[in-house]
């Protein structure tokens, strides 16, 4: 049974190909078109997995794409209905474009795929390829499939898919079963959103500026934010005020009203960072620890399950992460690598072959890529599951490319790089199989000395070129 798996339309464009359950390549458009975030159609991505498999989409039983995009409509509609007049600027700015293009997905995705398909595929045999999974039911799928676990709970936090915005799952064996939500417009990733935002970063792309924001600030505004934002309960549950939001019904994350609570406008994204805008990420980022700790020590006691798995933008907060592994209330925690939209793609995969085909899961037989012991191996191939390069095509590259380079031995190769790290330069290090995910892992990773004081400011100014 062969599942290809599609994100696009928002951002983290992406594809996945599952057979007979197992993931064989997954990979993000932006790596091959290099556009960060490309929300584009994942052409590229999807010849990558055809051509990784040796198939071709005529070959492919189902292709499941990762939300249900007429239900996502039903809840704008509802939105500005309840809303209006309010929003009727970001109404007439959406209208146009569901209008004329995201109500006809089904039409729109079959009309791509037949074009990446090289005339093997019409549209109609296409469209007869294509289902849909909804957003969080991706996201939980993502997580839990993949998973080392028989049995775990599956927390999903993200800023919203159709209706939901924090979703929790039970997963047995080959099912996954919804037990609990917390729907639009209430969305911890949302909040978190408001707060990039309002400290000049770019929504979707920054947040995790905001989390390396955070330790040079103090949590100044984390009362105000849990007295005057949110109504935040024991077990985690949470309401957002929104009179101080603007993301429901119009063209920017928070209002006047916020400026006020937080005494000035939002940071000009050209201005320069100051400490108040540290103090307001570690303190939305207290917030954010502190919602997560609670729901997860509520689930654990509920449903006395000793494993979670964790999927959705949210659970990319890996400072958050680790709080609530160290906090014991659940014995394994478990994040898909690819836990933002585009891991999206692999969960509607997996959503597609456990529901709508009713497969098995596939046995985990994947060598360990746990540090513990404990734990078998996950299915995710230590995450390594996008393109690779033979040497002989390094090289040509390379030399097309006018780059300056000489070939060396394994153990050349490891002693010039400690040289190298040791007098403080930087070393691209490049090996195997590209990470799936936004976390490099080894394979497509940045080396520097940790123990030169200058180097994080080298880094950001030199190479990455970030604030």
């Keep these: 049974m062969r599942i290809l798996g599609l994100s696009a339309y928002y951002h983290d464009s992406a594809a996945a190909l599952l057979i007979d359950g197992r993931p064989v390549a997954a990979a993000q458009e932006e790596r091959f078109t290099r556009r960060k ?27 499941c794409f990762f939300e249900k995009p007429l239900i996502k409509f039903e809840r704008l509609l509802e939105t500005y209905l309840a809303n209006a007049p309010r929003g009727f600027g970001s109404f007439r700015t959406a209208m146009p474009v569901w209008l004329k293009e995201k109500l006809f997905q089904k039409i729109n995705l079959a ?36 998973s080392p676990f028989d049995e775990a709970v599956v927390l999903t ?44 970063f770019k929504v ?31 077990d985690g549950s949470f309401w957002l005020d929104q009179r101080y939001f603007n993301y429901a019904t119009g063209l920017t994350m928070t209002n006047r009203r916020f400026d006020k609570l937080f005494g000035g406008p939002p940071r000009d994204p050209d201005a320069p960072l ?39 933008g949210v659970a990319l907060n890996c400072v958050a992460n680790g709080k609530i592994l160290r906090d014991g209330a659940f014995k394994n925690v478990w994040v898909q690598p690819a836990a933002g939209d585009a891991g999206g793609a692999l969960g509607a995969a997996y959503a597609a072959h456990a529901v709508h085909v009713g497969g098995a899961r596939a046995p985990l037989t994947s060598p360990a890529t746990t540090l513990s012991d404990a734990l078998p191996a996950d299915a995710m191939a230590g995450s390594y599951l996008g393109p690779q390069f033979a040497q002989g095509e390094i090289e040509q590259r390379l030399s097309v490319s006018g780059a300056r380079f000489e070939v060396a031995s394994k153990d050349a190769l490891i002693n010039r790089t400690v040289a190298a790290l040791e007098r403080g330069d930087a070393v691209g290090w490049f090996q195997g199989r590209m990470e799936w995910g936004p976390r490099a892992l080894g394979n497509r990773s940045i080396l520097a000395n940790p123990a030169l004081n200058t180097m994080k400011d080298t880094l950001n100014a030199r190479i990455k070129r970030r604030e």
């Excluded at 975030?37 to 292709?63: K, N």
């Excluded at 007869?128 to 969080?136: G, V």
């Excluded at 064996?173 to 209430?186: K, N, S």
């Design 274 to 312: 100051t400490q108040r805008e540290m103090d307001l990420a570690a303190s939305v980022q207290a917030v954010t620890e502190e919602v997560m700790l609670r729901i997860t020590r509520d689930l654990a006691a509920t449903y006395a399950i000793p494993n979670l798995c964790m999927a959705g």
């Design 111 to 146: 009309k791509a795929l037949t074009a990446a398909s090289d005339g093997v595929l019409d549209e109609k045999a296409a469209t007869a390829k294509l289902l849909f999974a909804e957003h969080h039911q991706s996201h939980a799928a993502s997580a839990y499939y993949p």
């Design 37 to 63: 975030h490309d929300a584009g159609f994942p052409a590229h991505a999807i010849g990558y997995c055809l051509d990784e498999a040796g198939l071709t989409l005529r070959d492919i039983d189902h292709v």
């Design 204 to 234: 979707n792309a920054g947040e995790y500026k905001i989390m390396g924001l955070a330790p040079y600030g103090r949590p100044l505004y984390a009362q105000t934010i849990m007295n005057e934002l949110m109504d935040l309960k024991a």
């Design 157 to 200: 936090m993200d800023g919203v898919g159709e209706w939901a915005t924090t979703s929790v799952a039970i997963g047995r064996g080959d099912t996954l079963t919804p037990v609990r939500e917390i729907q639009w417009p209430h969305s911890l990733g949302l909040l978190y959103s408001a707060f990039t935002y309002y400290t000049g």
